[in-house]
Structure formats: C-alpha cells, structure tokens
C-alpha cells in the first residue's frame, strides 16, 4: 500500500535526486580562477560568468537525476507488484552507482582540461545517501511480499 514505509524511503531518494541538481558538484581551482561545477554549467567565482564544457559525461550528470526521480515515483505507485518494485529499485541504485562514477569522471575530466584541483561539492553525498534509502526501501518490500506470501500459505 502507499502509506508504508517505503514510500518515505523513496520519496527521500526523489528529494535527494532534487537537490543533487541545484547543488554545486565541486569546485576546481586554477592558477587564476576558481570554478564552481553545476548540473547545467560551470560558474567562475569571481566574475559568476558562465563556461560550457560538454561530452558524454556531461549528459549523464544532467540526465540521469531525472530519470532517477521519474523511477523513483513510477515505483512508489507499482505497490500492487511488489517484485516489479523491487527490480525498479535495484534499477534505481544502478543509475545511483552510474550517476556517481559519471561524476567523478566528469569532474576528472575537468581538472584535466582546466588544469587545477578538485573539491568535491556537498552534492556528491546526496546519491550516496540515496542509495542507502533505496536499500531500506528495497528491505522493506521484500518484508511485505514475505508477509503477504506467508499469509497465503495459511489460508
């Protein structure tokens, strides 16, 4: 039902993927500008004029936060098919695990092109905490499915 425990757990994994999309990813500090990294772009400090630096890795770092919220609310309505919501969650921590190596490439990708150094941004720990939810989430129906199963069994 949509009242249990795992709609919190997956409601946090949507507000989650949320933030990590208006939070900063990290900064990378040149020679003689410092860059704050974003979803849609990369800042400059000092002046907040806009640079562009787009591949592959890019897309994924804008891309999949979104396709994480729309799979996170798409699972929270399938609580009549429990094992179809679990296989969604083990989706869901998969583009946790992509998302988070998308976006240390990204970021290493950066520093190369910028030739600076990396500090990681606070958004870096909202995929991580995620995952974590998405495991509760995932225990969670797998105790209803045992519940309703050993229900079943008794009649």
């Given at each position: 039902?949509?009242?249990?425990?795992?709609?919190?757990?997956?409601?946090?994994?949507?507000?989650?993927?949320?933030?990590?999309?208006?939070?900063?990813?990290?900064?990378?500090?040149?020679?003689?500008?410092?860059?704050?990294?974003?979803?849609?772009?990369?800042?400059?400090?000092?002046?907040?004029?806009?640079?562009?630096?787009?591949?592959?890795?890019?897309?994924?770092?804008?891309?999949?936060?979104?396709?994480?919220?729309?799979?996170?609310?798409?699972?929270?309505?399938?609580?009549?098919?429990?094992?179809?919501?679990?296989?969604?969650?083990?989706?869901?921590?998969?583009?946790?695990?992509?998302?988070?190596?998308?976006?240390?490439?990204?970021?290493?990708?950066?520093?190369?092109?910028?030739?600076?150094?990396?500090?990681y941004g606070i958004a870096i720990i909202f995929p991580l905490a995620a995952m974590l939810f998405l495991?509760?989430?995932?225990?969670?129906?797998?105790?209803?499915?045992?519940?309703?199963?050993?229900?079943?069994?008794?009649?």
């Amino acid at each position: 039902m949509i009242q249990r425990i795992q709609t919190i757990y997956l409601f946090l994994v949507f507000i989650f993927a949320l933030l990590f999309i208006f939070f900063p990813k990290g900064t990378i500090e040149t020679a003689s500008l410092s860059y704050i990294v974003k979803s849609f772009a990369i800042e400059i400090a000092e002046t907040g004029e806009s640079y562009s630096y787009s591949n592959f890795l890019s897309l994924l770092v804008i891309i999949l936060p979104f396709v994480i919220m729309i799979m996170s609310v798409y699972s929270t309505f399938q609580y009549k098919n429990r094992p179809l919501q679990i296989k969604l969650g083990k989706m869901n921590v998969f583009m946790h695990v992509l998302l988070v190596v998308s976006v240390f490439f990204y970021l290493d990708a950066l520093k190369t092109h910028l030739q600076g150094t990396i500090s990681y941004g606070i958004a870096i720990i909202f995929p991580l905490a995620a995952m974590l939810f998405l495991l509760l989430a995932n225990r969670a129906i797998r105790k209803d499915e045992q519940l309703v199963r050993s229900a079943d069994r008794l009649r």
